[in-house]
């Protein structure tokens, strides 16, 4: 920690994770506990924007989201500045996990429906096969021209 944490309950959640034993374990369910609850606020907060399909992963997402999130915040414990309280800090994380993944899922759930009539509004910038055809043979009398005439 760069700067001195200022309030008691920041150091207190420092303190038991960065310990040993019971203490730790408690600490850490109690941090993922918060988590889930936060990413579920974000999902709620987001739910709109969901395709109905979607909802129903929408605890599943929740859940990774705060596990992931927990496991980043435990890895990144001694980048904590105090600069925010503990928990406002932690939080970071998994709104941003849990925004991520909730948009991934709503892309992932997307149904792309093409109706086939769509192929004949589409316009085709290729010539047709005989059109192409001409084309060669055009070109290719105009090379056998133009050798000839280089040769004369």
Same mark, same amino acid.
């Given at each position: !920690? ?17 310990? &040993? ?14 988590? %889930? ?17 979607? !909802? ?14 927990? !496991? *980043?915040?435990?890895?990144?414990? *001694?980048?904590? /500045? ?13 709104? %941003?996990?849990?925004?991520? /993944? ?15 009539? @769509?192929? &004949? ?26 050798? /000839?005439?280089? @040769?004369?």
């Amino acid at each position: !920690m760069t700067t001195q944490v200022v309030d008691r309950e920041s150091a207190e959640w420092l303190r038991h994770l960065q310990g &040993n034993g019971e203490a730790r374990e408690q600490a850490i369910a109690r941090l993922h506990a918060l988590l %889930l609850r936060a990413a579920r606020g974000e999902a709620s907060r987001r739910r709109a924007t969901l395709p109905r399909r979607a !909802m129903e992963d929408v605890d599943d997402l929740c859940v990774q989201a705060a596990s992931d999130a927990l !496991m *980043a915040v435990l890895a990144k414990l *001694a980048t904590y /500045r105090g600069a925010a309280r503990f928990t406002t800090w932690a939080c970071k994380f998994v709104i %941003l996990e849990t925004s991520s /993944r909730l948009r991934r899922h709503m892309w992932a759930q997307r149904k792309l429906e093409l109706d086939d009539r @769509i192929w &004949n509004r589409l316009p085709d910038a290729a010539p047709p096969v005989l059109q192409r055809l001409e084309d060669d043979q055009l070109v290719a009398l105009v090379r056998l021209c133009r050798a /000839r005439a280089v @040769i004369q």
